[in-house]
């Protein structure tokens, strides 16, 4: 079921509405039959796919409850690690595997061929798959109890405001909190339709405004484009999957607080960040997390940090830029890139981040980029130019597509010509200003409304008369979020 | 006031807005019809349909392109011509909604007389992208003798093919809608008998788009003669775009009749000289290349006879118009295009 869809809020206001009358073991029920029938929607039949991923890791983990045996233990964590990541493989990448794989076969000139299959994406799979394994290996590890309560369980993996496109929850963090009846809470309420609207305004004015804008500039071949147009592009598709992504978090964290519930945040304006370290603790914080946690930090030796905030900006690198350290920073990135999409194009996005990353360290190491407020102006304008610049190949066609738009940059016979229509510039222009002066106008005007709250009350309900209209006015059902393809 | 007690105040507030905004949008736009297209001309320039028998022969789009087709399929003619162009086909300034006749009208009646149907299809700011698609489209209904494709400069910066314009491709019966489908089309049809949704939702996005449009014109200071920038790629996409028509057109034997449209004269043209003729040139050449007949048509409407429109920007009601002409203008285009057609018939 689609956030931004008429079907979703009959649905949403029926389960309210059941939500709040109901005792423990009911609203259990019903969070775990709402949650089925919020993804039945779209596809039943891929329903008992999840209901597989939920048994594997829900038996696998009683068993690591149960048993001492290291052997055993590891037998049983090797198969529901295989039996997730088989699903999502297969799913996911078996295509771009087999096309690689013939690719290959096709160059030492053998014979073989793996066969094509046209396999329908389960939509959610990333999102969910990352979830169970977590718990599995948190439990593994034994920094969480097993949860024997199976629909407690199952409801952590199904819970439908982020089943699709997270944020992705750490067991430890969530499943008290759909365990224990939360208490009514008439602020979280206010608090949660507020973050809907404002997510929905995001995705219907914003978002799916600049898509068309974007899809234009990438159908134009890349040999007339100049170096003003690559930025303009990058910056106008930067912005397009933020609003898009962030307005998905904001409608999912609004959701939970409809519940009592608190989930992480996701998003915490990334492109004021002032280094690509800082970029990663502020984008997709709850991915970047669960990176760092199951990928980076066992890679490096080091301890799980078991939650999902933070994201990956941890400075263990300090004084030890070694080769191994660059390498599993680079293996990092490359999964990063790879999970968002079976495409080389991802995974060159990844290579980009962790080449911008290894820069920094290097430099960071020789100057403190935070030293004054000149260097640290200097620094967070080079991370946006870069952050937005690696957009490019996770829009493009392909990694070459990317490559030739990349290319375009260095190409001094062309640096300023201008290849688009000019609304385009003006655009990507007006978006990026609003963008960068909307937290510091925020705290000017809270700072200055402090006293006046009957004044700060009546411009809040204008603001959100303004949103509300212009939701209902641009309001499309037809437009996914980005972020389902992952 | 505790910050309890103030959230016990508007959250009833915040969950009665949609139903405020709901009012006020269906108090201020509830039967306004009017398109954006129509909103940024305004009522100087009328938007004609033309009949013949009581039945269009001018049209804008694939639905009224289907009634316009039956004109030329229910009488036996003996030669069929199709004429496409921007509005400046269906726009008069300062004209009559009822009795102007505009130039593609007067030629589809002196050809009607002598058994050739003549049909015209015009849309605002249409790139010749989308003359490739309309006339593929039609050219599976009807065998034209001949196409007159209208070149206008402005065009060329447009890119891409409108939704409107892509024919819907015949529903596969084996894809079965989702649920979130079926129930999201029963929804909307619901809203739409009762409350008008997509009409007023319309009219606002129009609303909207015009102040946008409008403010950034103030703040910008662009008026009609400012010159319009020459994007090469849209350009090169447009004019291969025409290359594939002609290519096409010629290898079926259908005679093209390509024509620079009228330009107001009389004041400094809203183009770089030596990008239009770059442009003119640009065409002619391929117009040879594909024996196609090029025609340059571009004064042969005196400055007198070309009106004005609404003002595109913020606090200006009126300005002149670049693109649309009055009825007499017309009567010029008509009978340049009806001795042109005399030649080729």
């Known amino acids: 079921m689609l ?34 029938a919020f993804y039945g929607f779209w596809r039943v039949e891929f329903l008992s796919l999840i209901l597989l991923s939920v048994l594997i890791n829900y038996f696998s983990s009683l068993f690591f409850e149960k048993t001492q045996s290291k052997s055993k233990r590891k037998i049983v964590l090797l198969f529901s690690l295989l039996s997730n990541l088989g699903l999502l493989a297969f799913f996911k990448y078996y295509y771009f595997i087999s096309e690689n794989i013939n690719f290959i076969f096709n160059i030492i000139g053998s014979e073989i061929n793996i066969p094509y299959y046209n396999i329908i994406l389960p939509l959610g799979i990333s999102f969910y798959t990352f979830q169970s394994v977590s718990y599995t290996i948190d439990v593994f590890n034994k920094n969480i109890k097993a949860e024997k309560e199976f629909i407690l369980f199952s409801n ?61 500039c990438f159908l134009v071949d890349s040999k007339y484009l100049s170096a003003i147009d690559i930025f303009t592009m990058s910056y106008l598709f930067g912005f397009q999957i933020y609003f898009d992504f962030s307005a998905y978090s904001h409608i999912a964290i609004g959701l939970a607080m409809l519940m009592g519930i608190n989930f992480p ?32 930090l066992p890679m490096m030796n080091y301890k799980n940090l078991n939650n999902s905030e933070g994201g990956i900006g941890l400075s263990i690198y300090k004084n030890s830029i070694s080769f191994n350290s660059i390498i599993i920073l680079l293996i990092t990135w490359m999964l990063m890139g790879i999970w968002h999409g079976a ?19 290097l430099f960071d190491g020789m100057i403190n980029l935070s030293r004054n407020r000149l260097i640290a102006f200097a620094s967070w304008f080079f991370t946006l130019q870069l952050v937005m610049l690696s957009w490019i190949p996770f829009r493009a066609e392909s990694s070459s597509h990317a490559f030739r738009l990349w290319g375009r940059l260095i190409n001094n016979d062309n640096w300023f010509g201008l290849g688009f229509k000019e609304n385009t510039y003006l655009i990507a ?43 209902l006015i641009f309001f499309k059902v037809i437009n996914q979020f980005i972020y389902f393809q992952f | 006031m505790s910050l309890k007690k103030e959230i016990k105040f508007k959250l009833p507030v915040l969950l009665l807005i949609p139903f405020f905004s709901w009012f006020f949008l269906h108090i201020f736009f509830v039967g306004d019809n009017q398109k954006f297209d129509q909103l940024a001309l305004g009522e100087e320039v009328v938007k004609v349909t033309n009949y013949i028998n009581n039945k269009p022969i001018l049209c804008g789009s694939f639905a009224q392109l289907d009634k316009c087709l039956r004109y030329l399929k229910e009488k036996n003619f003996n030669k069929k011509i199709l004429w496409i162009g921007n509005s400046q086909l269906n726009s008069v300034n300062q004209g009559n909604l009822d009795t102007t006749k505009t130039a593609s009208h007067r030629a589809s009646e002196y050809f009607y007389d002598k058994n050739i ?61 989702t649920l979130q489908e079926i129930s999201e089309s029963k929804i909307i049809l619901y809203l739409d008998k009762h409350i008008k949704w997509n009409d007023i939702r319309s009219a606002a996005q129009g609303k909207i788009y015009t102040f946008l449009y ?27 775009s025409l290359e594939k028509i002609l290519k096409k057109l010629k290898k079926e034997n259908i005679k093209t009749i390509l024509y620079v449209a009228p330009l107001r004269n009389d004041i400094k043209i809203p ?42 920007k913020i606090g200006v009601d009126t300005e002149v118009d670049f693109m649309h002409f009055k009825e007499q203008g017309h009567a010029i285009l008509g009978k340049n295009i009806i001795t042109i057609l005399n030649k080729l018939l």
């Open chain 2, 117 to 177: 149907g003549l049909i015209t299809f015009a849309a605002p700011n249409i790139s010749f992208q989308e003359y490739s698609v309309i006339i593929d489209y039609l050219k599976k209904k009807i065998d034209f003798d001949i196409i007159i494709l209208s070149l206008v400069f402005d065009d060329t910066r447009e890119d891409g093919v409108r939704k409107s314009f892509l024919i819907k491709k015949e529903k596969n019966k084996n894809i079965q809608k």
């Open chain 2, 214 to 240: 409008q403010s950034r014109n103030f703040v910008f200071n662009i008026n009609p003669t400012s010159t319009r920038k020459f994007i090469k790629p849209i350009f090169d996409k447009n004019i291969l």
């Open chain 1, 343 to 361: 495409h080389w194009k991802f995974v060159a996005w990844g290579v980009s981040h962790a080449l911008i990353i290894t820069f920094y360290r």
């Open chain 1, 156 to 216: 952590y993996v199904i819970f439908f405001p982020q089943l699709i496109a997270g944020p992705i929850l750490r067991a430890k963090e969530i499943i008290w909190q759909l365990s224990e009846r939360p208490k009514f809470k008439i602020e979280k309420m206010y608090g949660g339709i507020k973050r809907i609207v404002f997510g929905l305004f995001l995705k219907v004015v914003i978002a799916d405004h600049l898509a068309p804008i974007v899809e234009q």
């Open chain 1, 429 to 471: 222009f007006f978006i990026t200003f609003i963008y960068l002066i909307y937290p510091y106008v925020v705290i000017a005007w809270d700072g200055y409304m402090k006293k006046n709250v009957l004044i700060k009350n009546i411009i809040e309900f204008i603001c959100l008369f303004f949103i509300v209209t212009m939701v």
């Open chain 1, 3 to 36: 956030f931004n869809s008429f079907t979703f809020f009959v649905f949403l206001i029926i389960f309210i509405s059941g939500y709040w009358f109901l005792n423990r073991k009911i609203r259990l029920y019903l969070i775990f039959s709402s949650s089925l």
């Open chain 2, 271 to 312: 183009y770089s000289e030596i990008e239009y003729s770059y442009f003119k040139r640009h065409t002619k050449n391929l117009s040879t290349k594909y024996s196609s007949y090029f025609y340059n048509l571009e004064n042969i409407v005196p400055g007198f006879l070309w009106g004005e429109k609404a003002g595109t």
């Open chain 1, 265 to 296: 945040e996701n998003f915490n304006f990334p492109y004021h960040s002032k280094s690509p370290k800082e970029f990663w603790t502020r984008w997709h914080i709850t991915l970047s997390s669960w990176v760092r946690d199951y990928v980076y």
